[in-house]
């Protein structure tokens, strides 16, 4: 009575997964049944004979029966071993069922990427990373969403895309992220303008009593700017994008802050000069960001490896 009591007690205890032989025992019990040696069933699982012996007994004990007679002959199935090995083959093929279903999910979510990016690395660092991530994962679509730092953000929150790139100051509230590079705000000017002949550096204080062609605020850019200006930067024009503020410089509109990466040509060919600052910090990191708590996973993790090389 006692023997029984204890059996019972062991078998009612406990979390089914300390119950339950794990799928690479069953899988050895199987192959046992349809080779009729332990030794060949070990060698087509990729174990030792040893190993597959004492996963055989490991198993017996967890189970309290006896599952293979072995002989110099081979190794037969019990009658409960018959009847385990019948119960196993339908755990292994809802497992194969499962894991099938788990690739399907995997697929479908590699079969797509959302990106939200804001504007400046939207138009000038993004394209060499996606040209990069589609000579690894040439069957994954990818759609770019292009928005203000703000947006980028809201994007993420609302599920409405799995990776986002931001310009700003801080990280938005819900986010995590990694800085990913580096970039400098540079005031430039047409030609024609009085300032693209100064001499001596711009001071803050002139800048900030200057109108400017702005990006809207909710902009990396914008919020950089005014955080350096204590928040006195005067808009001339707001527009919602790099282009917009870069052409309307070159015409002559004003004076205009921009990164450094959107203007590189333009400076070289002189259609804008850049004007030096004194007395501002105007550098500011590039992140990456996600959902806090859900690092980017398939393609969006991948595209983040590309973003640091």
Not at 108 to 126: G, K, P, Q
Not at 154 to 183: C, K, N, W, Y
Request: positive net charge; proline residues 5%.
């Amino acid at each position: 009575m006692s023997t029984t009591g204890e059996t019972g007690d062991r078998a009612a205890g406990g979390t089914l997964a300390h119950r339950v032989p794990d799928l690479g025992a069953l899988e050895l019990l199987l192959a046992v049944a349809r080779l009729g040696s332990l030794g060949a069933a070990a060698r087509e699982v990729g174990i030792t004979q040893p190993a597959a012996s004492s996963r055989i007994r490991s198993m017996e004990r967890q189970l309290g029966v006896a599952l293979v007679d072995r002989s110099p002959r081979g190794s037969r199935l019990t009658d409960a071993g018959a009847l385990v090995t019948d119960w196993a083959r339908r755990v292994v093929e809802a497992a194969e069922a499962f894991d099938a279903g788990a690739q399907a999910l995997r697929d479908r979510r590699d079969s797509r990427l959302r990106v939200a990016a804001s504007m400046t690395i939207a138009e000038y660092l993004l394209p060499g990373w996606l040209l990069a991530l589609r000579a690894q994962r040439p069957d994954t679509a990818v759609s770019l969403l292009a928005g203000n730092s703000a947006a980028v953000a809201e994007r993420l929150l609302a599920d409405e895309a799995d990776l986002g790139f931001v310009e700003g100051l801080t990280v938005p509230q819900g986010l995590d992220s990694t800085v990913i590079a580096h970039d400098r705000l540079i005031v430039v000017t047409a030609p024609a303008h009085p300032w693209a002949r100064r001499r001596r550096p711009l001071a803050a204080e002139e800048l900030a009593a200057t109108p400017l062609i702005l990006r809207e605020r909710g902009s990396g850019t914008r919020q950089v700017l005014d955080a350096a200006l204590g928040g006195l930067a005067r808009p001339l024009i707001e527009l919602s994008s790099t282009t917009a503020v870069k052409a309307s410089a070159v015409g002559g509109a004003g004076p205009a802050v921009l990164s450094e990466l959107a203007v590189g040509e333009e400076l070289a060919m002189r259609r804008l000069v850049s004007i030096p600052v004194e007395g501002i910090a105007l550098r500011r990191d590039l992140r990456a960001v996600w959902p806090t708590g859900h690092r980017p996973t398939g393609p969006a993790r991948e595209l983040l490896s590309l973003t640091r090389g």
